[in-house]
């Protein structure tokens, strides 16, 4: 039988003997279950007996006693008699105390009968009902929520509150809840004993706080600690299911009834003890700290607690704690951490502020701090200034972020003289790491890509052991580098890991180098024709509420320009372009922005607007002669300018790039292939395709990480020849190549294919629903071919061109011709 039906027998038959037990905190209702069961017997003509019993009274009567934890041992052993009889009915509530063992007994004999009725707080279904039936059956959700916040659901608490909700303003109505509950809360501590109250005042900091740690703060013997712990938790104030918030609320009551005095003298005894048993948490460092305790032990705790902390996010916060308590010379380590979770405005503005301090290590960590938010934010020319003011500095962190940020920025000289200061720390991984990212970033201005990447690839082992922020991470400039030098493989697994090891440890303490890897993620994949996969990623970054920091938001936009130019969107590529254009302008022009500003110059080759960025081309151009020219970080930006002259019909302007592509080409086999490609595209566009030409330029451009341009070439030549075996061969050149992108496991991808299901379901299945015939018009068609070029190139009349046009709608059931040919592009994307 269950409790609520032994409850319903009762009272239905109370001349039948029953057993029960109504267990419960302060204020759930057990009175009033009681009440009833009283009532109910009374009504039948049994006699009730509201106390233990005594000699003489009637055998027969029922035993209905509330709060039984009040009863002395004696008074619980003779109710435990009267429970053995099982002719007599007996209800009991008490307040479940587990260590009382005359209660336990009594509690443990009607067990026997039936299972207890616990009472507790009532579910956020039921505040709700509660409170339709005073409010109304419309009463919103918010309400429902202050209501829930507010009394944690504990019936004595809610139905104050639920009155005081009936506010006809929902910010009046919040508030009105929050102080009908807070005073409710008070009245009932009142009538609690005073070292209770102590105890709960403890037990809400923390819930693994035990009997022992309030023997200590309380200075009270084990046994006492042990049942005052005991009827604090049998009060239901202090339950694991609580918000914190609530428990925040119960603590500021008790400390109105104890007095601030005696408050304090009890967290600091807690902190003391805590700190002489080495078992000071970092939660209840925070609480005490948070509640308004400053003293000295506890910000030289919180100040440890950080410096062991893992993950920015915690350390920011214990930072923030022990200034509150008062700690000093914070300021770095805390701006660190802010940066590291995306407070940059608040980072910045505490490094500011010590860029003025007199002890070095302080200055130069500002210097660092400052130049890397300067950086987030796409001012790379103020973190260059920043570091020519701070000089040559004997830290291998501070020393190698000055020559990333130098180098950014052009000033090659200044670099070396940041990297020329001798460290005076120990060897660490971590500063081993920092010098050789920065010894290989150097490097890659002056040596081969092959030899630059071995030095650059020793930074990533210590990538997550980094001491503070920097201009930029090993893994973005690895990265950087490999699509520089046309190393798709090291691109795609070096940033693939980075954000994998991201999405594992949280958003929270990824915040400030996350969506700049996610981006790069982006790029590797667009570049190698995964547009669906690459739109994922930027999604992910463009879909958060939080606004992008100024570099984030350039690449952001420059990859969505990009993705939209290669997927045929011209209203989304001009919409991307345009943003990307405002970002522009507020960006300081460095060396680590060539590769979305080679994409902006091609786009608007095509909406003939390169007059707007010829200003930022130039300092481009100017920087990269500053650094001496470097092949490896010049050589994409004069691809783009091969195809921003093709685009614009303008040999003239495509000369000198190619001519710059060619005397690379003795230094690097990506800029020979790229010399080659750019060849190739100018003859077939002059309708001179050689095959095999075209093949072999193709293939290398997409080994070398451009499968895109490498099926746009392969097209290109299908559109440009008049001989349909060769067109035919291209066209199937084309499909090989995008058959052979390599789809990886780095998030985004579950995305990106599931929205691409939703849509056309499995690409190559639905792309299977169209003949081969169908399937060659369908890709001269998205190549922007005419019905007559088609024909040409098929041997097939314009009219059939058209007639097959129809057909696919109709197989693809699509309701106008954009949406044919968006479904076009997803049918004929690349595949895995």
Same mark, same amino acid.
């Given at each position: 039988?269950?409790?609520?039906?032994?409850?319903?027998?009762? &009272?239905?038959?109370?001349?039948?003997?029953?057993?029960?037990?109504?267990?419960?905190?302060?204020?759930?209702?057990?009175?009033?279950?009681?009440?009833?069961?009283?009532?109910?017997?009374?009504?039948?003509?049994?006699?009730?007996?509201?106390?233990?019993?005594?000699?003489?009274?009637?055998?027969?009567?029922?035993?209905?006693?509330? #709060?039984?934890?009040? !009863?002395?041992?004696?008074?619980?052993?003779?109710?435990?008699?009267?429970?053995?009889?099982?002719?007599?009915?007996?209800?009991?509530?008490?307040?479940?105390?587990?260590?009382?063992?005359?209660?336990?007994?009594?509690?443990?004999?009607?067990?026997?009968?039936?299972?207890?009725?616990?009472?507790?707080?009532?579910?956020?279904?039921?505040?709700?009902?509660?409170?339709?039936?005073?409010?109304?059956?419309?009463?919103?959700?918010?309400?429902?929520?202050?209501?829930?916040?507010?009394?944690?659901?504990?019936?004595?608490?809610?139905?104050?509150?639920?009155?005081?909700?009936?506010?006809?303003?929902?910010?009046? %109505?919040?508030?009105? &809840?929050?102080?009908?509950?807070?005073?409710?809360?008070?009245?009932?501590?009142?009538?609690?004993?005073?070292?209770?109250?102590?105890?709960?005042?403890?037990?809400?900091?923390?819930? #693994?706080?035990?009997?022992?740690?309030?023997?200590?703060?309380?200075?009270?013997?084990?046994?006492?600690?042990?049942?005052?712990?005991?009827?604090?938790?049998?009060?239901?104030?202090?339950?694991?299911?609580?918000?914190?918030?609530?428990?925040?609320?119960?603590?500021?009551?008790?400390?109105?009834?104890?007095?601030?005095?005696?408050?304090?003298?009890?967290?600091?005894?807690?902190?003391?003890?805590?700190?002489?048993?080495?078992?000071?948490?970092?939660?209840?460092?925070?609480?005490?700290?948070?509640?308004?305790?400053?003293?000295?032990?506890?910000?030289?705790?919180?100040?440890?607690?950080?410096?062991?902390?893992?993950?920015?996010?915690?350390?920011?916060?214990?930072?923030?704690?022990?200034?509150?308590?008062?700690?000093?010379?914070?300021?770095?380590?805390?701006?660190?951490?802010?940066?590291?979770?995306?407070?940059?405005?608040?980072?910045?503005?505490?490094?500011?502020?010590?860029?003025?301090? #007199?002890?070095?290590?302080?200055?130069?960590?500002?210097?660092?701090?400052?130049?890397?938010?300067?950086?987030?934010?796409?001012?790379?020319?103020?973190?260059?200034?920043?570091?020519?003011?701070?000089?040559?500095?004997?830290?291998?962190?501070?020393?190698?972020?000055?020559?990333?940020?130098?180098?950014?920025?052009?000033?090659?000289?200044?670099?070396?003289?940041?990297?020329?200061? @001798?460290?005076?720390?120990?060897?660490?991984?971590?500063?081993?790491?920092?010098?050789? !990212?920065?010894?290989?970033?150097?490097?890659?201005?002056?040596?081969?890509?092959?030899?630059?990447?071995?030095?650059?690839?020793?930074?990533?082992?210590?990538?997550?052991?980094?001491?503070?922020?920097?201009?930029?991470?090993?893994?973005?400039?690895?990265?950087?580098?490999?699509?520089?030098?046309?190393?798709?493989?090291?691109?795609?697994?070096?940033?693939?890991?980075?954000?994998?090891?991201?999405? #594992?440890?949280?958003?929270?303490?990824?915040?400030?180098?996350?969506?700049?890897?996610?981006?790069?993620?982006?790029?590797?994949?667009?570049?190698?024709?995964?547009?669906?996969?690459?739109?994922?990623?930027?999604?992910?970054?463009?879909?958060?509420?939080?606004?992008?920091?100024?570099?984030?938001?350039?690449?952001?936009?420059?990859?969505?320009?990009?993705?939209?130019?290669?997927?045929?969107?011209?209203?989304?590529?001009?919409?991307?372009?345009?943003?990307?254009?405002?970002?522009?302008?507020?960006?300081?022009?460095?060396?680590?922005?060539?590769?979305?500003?080679?994409?902006?110059?091609?786009?608007?080759?095509?909406?003939?607007?390169?007059?707007? !960025?010829?200003?930022?081309?130039?300092?481009?151009?100017? +920087?990269?002669?500053?650094?001496?020219?470097?092949?490896?970080?010049?050589?994409?930006?004069?691809?783009?300018?091969?195809?921003?002259?093709?685009?614009?019909?303008?040999?003239?302007?495509?000369?000198?790039?190619?001519?710059?592509?060619?005397?690379?080409?003795?230094?690097?086999?990506?800029?020979? *292939?790229? %010399?080659?490609?750019?060849?190739?595209?100018?003859?077939?566009?002059?309708?001179?395709?050689?095959?095999?030409?075209?093949?072999?330029?193709?293939?290398?451009?997409?080994?070398?990480?451009?499968?895109?341009?490498?099926?746009?070439? *392969?097209?290109?030549?299908?559109?440009?020849?008049?001989?349909?075996?060769?067109?035919?061969?291209?066209?199937?050149?084309?499909?090989?190549?995008?058959?052979?992108?390599?789809?990886?496991?780095?998030?985004?991808?579950?995305?990106?294919?599931?929205?691409?299901?939703?849509?056309?379901?499995?690409?190559?299945?639905?792309?299977?629903?169209?003949?081969?015939?169908?399937?060659?018009?369908?890709? +001269?068609?998205?190549?922007?071919?005419?019905?007559?070029? &088609?024909?040409?190139?098929?041997? &097939?009349?314009?009219?059939?061109? @058209?007639?097959?046009?129809?057909?696919?709608?109709?197989?693809?059931?699509?309701?106008?011709?954009?949406?044919?040919?968006?479904?076009?592009?997803?049918?004929?994307?690349?595949?895995?």
């Amino acid at each position: 039988m269950s409790t609520r039906e032994a409850v319903a027998r009762l &009272i239905a038959a109370p001349t039948e003997p029953v057993k029960l037990l109504v267990s419960g905190g302060i204020g759930t209702g057990k009175s009033s279950v009681l009440t009833e069961v009283r009532a109910a017997l009374r009504d039948a003509g049994v006699p009730v007996l509201t106390r233990v019993p005594r000699a003489g009274d009637e055998p027969a009567a029922a035993v209905v006693i509330d #709060d039984a934890q009040l !009863l002395d041992d004696d008074a619980l052993h003779r109710l435990a008699d009267r429970v053995a009889d099982p002719a007599v009915t007996v209800v009991v509530a008490t307040e479940p105390l587990a260590h009382r063992p005359a209660l336990r007994a009594v509690v443990t004999a009607i067990e026997r009968e039936n299972p207890a009725l616990v009472l507790g707080a009532l579910n956020p279904k039921e505040v709700h009902r509660r409170a339709a039936e005073t409010l109304g059956a419309a009463t919103s959700p918010e309400i429902v929520r202050s209501l829930i916040v507010a009394t944690a659901g504990l019936p004595f608490l809610l139905q104050p509150a639920v009155t005081a909700a009936a506010s006809p303003d929902g910010e009046a %109505a919040a508030k009105a &809840i929050l102080q009908a509950a807070k005073f409710a809360l008070i009245e009932r501590l009142r009538r609690l004993d005073e070292p209770v109250l102590d105890t709960l005042l403890v037990s809400s900091l923390s819930l #693994d706080l035990g009997p022992d740690d309030v023997a200590a703060a309380l200075r009270v013997g084990p046994e006492e600690a042990q049942a005052l712990v005991d009827r604090a938790r049998a009060t239901g104030l202090i339950e694991p299911s609580y918000s914190h918030a609530f428990r925040r609320a119960l603590h500021r009551c008790i400390t109105q009834i104890i007095g601030a005095t005696r408050h304090h003298d009890t967290e600091i005894s807690l902190l003391i003890t805590q700190i002489q048993s080495s078992t000071l948490s970092a939660e209840l460092a925070i609480q005490l700290a948070e509640h308004g305790l400053r003293d000295d032990r506890l910000a030289k705790a919180l100040t440890e607690l950080a410096s062991r902390s893992h993950g920015p996010a915690k350390a920011a916060r214990l930072y923030r704690a022990a200034a509150d308590a008062g700690a000093t010379m914070l300021s770095s380590r805390l701006a660190d951490a802010l940066a590291l979770t995306g407070d940059c405005v608040t980072a910045g503005r505490l490094a500011d502020e010590l860029l003025g301090a #007199d002890d070095p290590t302080e200055r130069a960590a500002a210097v660092r701090i400052a130049a890397s938010v300067a950086t987030h934010d796409g001012s790379a020319a103020q973190a260059a200034d920043l570091f020519r003011w701070l000089g040559p500095y004997p830290d291998a962190f501070v020393s190698a972020a000055g020559a990333i940020a130098l180098v950014a920025a052009g000033d090659l000289q200044a670099a070396r003289a940041a990297l020329s200061a @001798e460290s005076a720390g120990p060897p660490t991984s971590t500063a081993r790491a920092a010098r050789s !990212l920065a010894d290989g970033l150097l490097q890659s201005l002056e040596v081969p890509y092959p030899t630059a990447v071995a030095r650059l690839g020793q930074s990533i082992t210590a990538e997550h052991q980094s001491t503070g922020v920097a201009p930029d991470t090993p893994a973005a400039l690895v990265t950087l580098a490999a699509l520089h030098g046309g190393d798709p493989v090291r691109a795609r697994s070096v940033i693939g890991r980075a954000v994998r090891a991201e999405r #594992d440890e949280g958003q929270e303490n990824t915040a400030f180098v996350a969506r700049r890897h996610r981006l790069l993620l982006g790029w590797v994949r667009m570049q190698d024709g995964q547009l669906p996969a690459a739109t994922a990623d930027v999604a992910a970054v463009v879909g958060d509420d939080i606004a992008l920091h100024r570099r984030d938001a350039l690449w952001a936009a420059a990859l969505q320009t990009a993705i939209a130019r290669r997927s045929g969107d011209t209203g989304a590529m001009q919409k991307h372009w345009y943003t990307a254009m405002e970002v522009l302008a507020e960006y300081s022009t460095d060396l680590f922005f060539l590769l979305p500003l080679g994409e902006l110059w091609i786009t608007a080759a095509r909406l003939r607007q390169v007059d707007r !960025l010829q200003h930022t081309l130039d300092e481009a151009f100017a +920087l990269l002669a500053a650094l001496g020219n470097p092949v490896l970080w010049s050589v994409p930006l004069h691809w783009a300018g091969v195809h921003a002259g093709i685009l614009a019909n303008a040999p003239e302007a495509v000369a000198p790039h190619g001519q710059a592509l060619t005397a690379a080409a003795a230094h690097s086999a990506f800029a020979k *292939a790229l %010399a080659n490609a750019g060849r190739t595209w100018l003859r077939t566009l002059a309708n001179s395709v050689d095959a095999d030409e075209v093949t072999s330029a193709a293939r290398l451009l997409a080994q070398f990480g451009h499968t895109w341009d490498a099926t746009r070439l *392969a097209g290109q030549a299908a559109l440009q020849t008049s001989d349909g075996r060769i067109s035919g061969a291209m066209l199937q050149l084309a499909r090989d190549l995008k058959q052979t992108v390599a789809l990886d496991d780095a998030p985004g991808l579950e995305s990106a294919t599931a929205t691409r299901d939703v849509r056309s379901g499995p690409a190559r299945a639905s792309s299977s629903r169209l003949s081969d015939r169908e399937r060659e018009v369908a890709e +001269l068609l998205l190549l922007g071919m005419p019905y007559r070029d &088609i024909g040409n190139q098929l041997f &097939i009349s314009a009219k059939t061109v @058209e007639h097959h046009v129809a057909r696919i709608r109709r197989r693809l059931g699509a309701e106008s011709r954009s949406e044919m040919l968006s479904m076009l592009r997803t049918m004929l994307a690349p595949q895995a």
